[in-house]
């Protein structure tokens, strides 16, 4: 298996913009975590899926983000306008028995809002 | 609120010698504690797990310790190698069922030559 794959690795875009991230799940794997990283303050989750259902959004920051999983090898993150604090790396992650098991991360989408 | 702490933002060692990280908590013990390495520019990759009844777990070089009365688990690599430089973390379930693990910001373990 190739591993959690995310792209793009890199996006800049300026403010007001509207960013999609996207994120292909390893294949099996039931839950699926979307990741914010920091500097400030590290590691923190976004939401989750299990089955591509939303289960828990509420480390999502504002309306402005929006996550879906139209199918079980296929999750967006989309951003609607942007803002230059929300600029960060992005990390999509799954598994196949939620966190009391290990996650495997995709590389990242290092984002930066001008 | 819940706290976590790791030792310290960075550590530098002779190759050869072991590493120790400590990762410190408040208030509830997590029933699950892992532990990740994670490189420049990559996600964090899972290394090892312990479970809240389980005081050690080894894997090759690597060996966690928990430790639920002092709120602190310990990850040590021996016979540390230039290669073992990178970001640690220490990350926390609460088994909640909300399915959140907790990070902390990590340790910067470089390996000196």
């Known amino acids: 298996d190739a591993g959690v794959i995310q792209s793009p690795r890199h996006e800049v875009t300026e403010m007001g913009q509207e960013v999609t991230l996207r994120c292909k799940p390893i294949s099996g794997h039931d839950y699926l975590f979307w990741y914010r990283q920091t500097m400030m303050r590290g590691l923190e989750l976004l939401i989750y899926?299990?089955?591509?259902?939303?289960?828990?959004d509420s480390g999502m920051p504002e309306d402005r983000f929006s996550a879906k999983m139209p199918n079980a090898s296929f999750s967006t993150l989309k951003i609607q306008p942007s803002e230059p604090r929300d600029s960060a790396v992005y990390f999509c992650?799954?598994?196949?028995?939620?966190?009391?098991?290990?996650?495997?991360f995709g590389s990242g989408t290092q984002l930066s809002v001008l | 609120s819940q706290k976590i702490e790791q030792n310290s933002e960075a550590l530098n060692i002779q190759e050869g010698k072991t590493a120790t990280l400590t990762c410190n908590y408040t208030?509830?013990?997590?029933?699950?504690l892992q532990w990740y390495r994670q490189d420049p520019g990559r996600g964090p990759v899972f290394l090892l797990l312990?479970?809240?009844?389980?005081k050690e777990k080894r894997k090759e070089r690597l060996k966690v310790t928990f430790d639920t009365t002092l709120k602190q688990s310990l990850f040590h690599i021996t016979a540390s190698q230039p290669a073992d430089s990178a970001t640690y973390l220490c990350a926390l379930d609460f088994l909640t069922g909300a399915n959140n693990l907790f990070f902390g910001t990590g340790t910067r373990l470089t390996v000196i030559p």
């Open positions: 992650a799954s598994s196949s028995r939620g966190t009391n098991e290990k996650l495997f």
């Open positions: 312990i479970r809240e009844n389980e």
């Open positions: 899926f299990n089955n591509n259902v939303p289960i828990d």
């Open positions: 208030n509830y013990s997590p029933a699950y």
